[in-house]
């Protein structure tokens, strides 16, 4: 098996579509913790949210009605929590942070469960990424392609806003000392906002294209949480290059683990991050601040 080309590109191709669905999770929670310094542990509520409301558009308005608009409603969710919870426990602490926002991960659960109840609920594929593509000699959904080339554009996007734009100076400004950058004139809280508010949709988007890979149930947000977390932990807080770094590390690790090693592959991450917590605490990219 290990000798067939085919089974490299399989695997290979699994491992890009995991890596860039937890892409699109973490690059917006790591950026709010280097810029914010702030825990938001419901970051993986609002990927949940994001995938409920895709399903519940799709069958208005069809998958590209939720795939558009889902984003937009994380990002109101995630206005509305910042003014009314985030903004006033920026400055409480990590253990505040920690726990108010833990909490609210069951308050998203048991909210997602009234309203859309137990059962989960799944996404049909778009007609035209339907079927597969034959790709060296392995036929791959077409809908797994797109993901990855979705991951691959948006990580585009922010490379060229962060390092070529105005706005992007200004984030990496306060990432590095946001202190020194509120002396220079930048409005650092409007900062805060529009990052934290970007995240938020970022993990909508997250959400609503892996409804129709994934069943979308109240928990799903848990099941993510940990592999996002341990993403952001390898890869290093507040750096875009960390986040691509510890998710195609994660993607890699855990879809190759499972097919080679896969009476190790429940320890082989953990493993990892361990062995990067002792060698380099700061993670392997993390931003300079």
Not at 235 to 245: F, I, M, N, R, T
């Amino acid at each position: 098996m290990t000798t067939d080309l085919g089974f490299w590109v399989l695997q290979t191709l699994n491992a890009l579509q995991l890596s860039m669905l937890l892409f699109l999770l973490s690059v917006g929670l790591t950026v709010i913790f280097g810029l914010m310094h702030f825990v938001n542990l419901a970051h993986g509520s609002l990927y949940a949210f994001g995938a409920y409301m895709a399903a519940s558009l799709a069958g208005v308005l069809g998958y590209w009605g939720g795939f558009f608009l889902a984003p937009l409603a994380v990002a109101a969710l995630g206005a509305v929590l910042y003014f009314t919870l985030i903004r006033s426990q920026r400055r409480a602490g990590p253990m505040a942070q920690v726990l108010i926002t833990f909490g609210l991960i069951f308050v998203a659960v048991d909210a997602t469960r009234l309203i859309w109840g137990d059962l989960p609920i799944g996404i049909a594929v778009p007609a035209v990424f339907e079927g597969q593509l034959a790709l060296l000699g392995v036929e791959y959904p077409i809908y797994r392609l797109f993901i990855i080339a979705l991951g691959l554009a948006v990580l585009a996007a922010l490379t060229l806003v962060l390092t070529r734009t105005q706005v992007g100076a200004m984030i990496r400004a306060g990432v590095d000392n946001d202190q020194m950058a509120a002396c220079l004139g930048i409005n650092v809280e409007r900062m805060f906002f529009l990052v934290f508010v970007v995240g938020c949709a970022l993990a909508g988007l997250a959400g609503a294209v892996a409804a129709p890979v994934l069943s979308v149930t109240p928990d799903m947000g848990l099941q993510i949480l940990i592999p996002t977390l341990i993403v952001i932990v390898i890869g290093g807080l507040g750096s875009l290059k960390g986040a691509v770094a510890g998710s195609l590390i994660f993607g890699f690790v855990q879809t190759f683990g499972a097919v080679l090693m896969p009476t190790f592959n429940s320890v082989l991450i953990y493993a990892l991050l361990a062995a990067v917590l002792v060698i380099r605490p700061e993670g392997l990219l993390p931003a300079k601040g």
